[in-house]
């Protein structure tokens, strides 16, 4: 039986509703009520008013308790979940996919994008602690998310990831093309390349660059400056920053990543 809500001229747009960390609104009782019949909130929201001492769920107001349906079965009693407004996540999750780095985002943002389709079981993911980057699939966090799902994204940033390890780093980059010299900043690296966060911009993809790496200290044992050629083989989107691969890499050069790698 479909309920009928009882919001017969009761337009006065008064409520505000919690969504996440954030509140939507004012709206009125009809709007609230015309929401949560397309799948927007749910009889469990919350919601306020000027008036109410606190946040309620909307079950619990008096004013939408007639459009609530019944239980199918009496159910016991339990105290309602803290408010939304004090759930907020950590963002510590960094995503590697199309041959970049994005980040950091909440647990819920990272569910957010899986159940939406932007990412999939082949995206790598990382926090603080872990060792060094894996599938999301394979997190005991996210896995549910993946499970029987088939890889739907580019081959290409999932080969890179198999054969090279990659791992957060903050580098001091010097950037040469032609007479340009650049400052800017390396996000990440592996053997292969590294992300570089800059304001400046190649030309093109496929643009030849010599890069003098430095650590943010100077006496870092392990990470010590070192100078690597190769070609830009992506620009970012937002145009402040690209994907770079080492195509001249010396021996001293790639200990020195291996350290960086292991460390």
């Not at 107001?61 to 159910?75: D, E, G």
């Not at 304001?199 to 010590?224: A, D, H, M, Y």
């Amino acid at each position: 039986m479909q309920n009928q809500a009882p919001f017969g001229g009761q337009n006065v747009p008064e409520w505000f509703i919690a969504i996440g960390d954030k509140s939507i609104g004012p709206m009125s009782a009809s709007e609230v009520y015309e929401r949560v019949m397309a799948g927007e909130l749910t009889w469990i929201s919350y919601v306020w008013k000027e008036g109410m001492a606190d946040w309620q769920r909307l079950a619990d107001v008096p004013t939408f308790q007639a459009a609530v349906p019944p239980p199918p079965s009496a159910k016991p009693k339990a105290g309602p979940p803290a408010l939304p407004a004090k759930q907020i996540q950590p963002k510590v999750w960094f995503l590697y996919f199309n041959e970049s780095q994005y980040g950091p985002y909440a647990e819920d943002e990272v569910l957010g994008m899986a159940g939406m389709g932007k990412i999939n079981s082949e995206t790598f993911a990382w926090k603080d602690g872990m060792s060094d980057w894996e599938k999301i699939s394979t997190l005991g966090n996210f896995s549910a998310s993946f499970s029987g799902s088939m890889s739907a994204g580019p081959a290409s940033a999932a080969a890179e990831k198999r054969l090279y390890s990659r791992k957060p780093v903050l580098a001091k980059i010097m950037i040469a093309e032609g007479d340009k010299l650049i400052i800017g900043m390396a996000r990440d690296i592996s053997i292969g390349g590294m992300q570089v966060l800059s304001e400046f911009v190649p030309s093109k993809v496929g643009s030849r660059l010599k890069l003098n790496v430095s650590p943010p200290e100077p006496t870092n044992s392990i990470f010590q400056p070192f100078v690597a050629e190769g070609l830009v083989v992506r620009i970012h989107d937002d145009r402040r920053g690209f994907s770079f691969r080492f195509d001249e890499l010396s021996p001293s050069a790639r200990q020195i990543i291996e350290r960086i790698l292991q460390g």
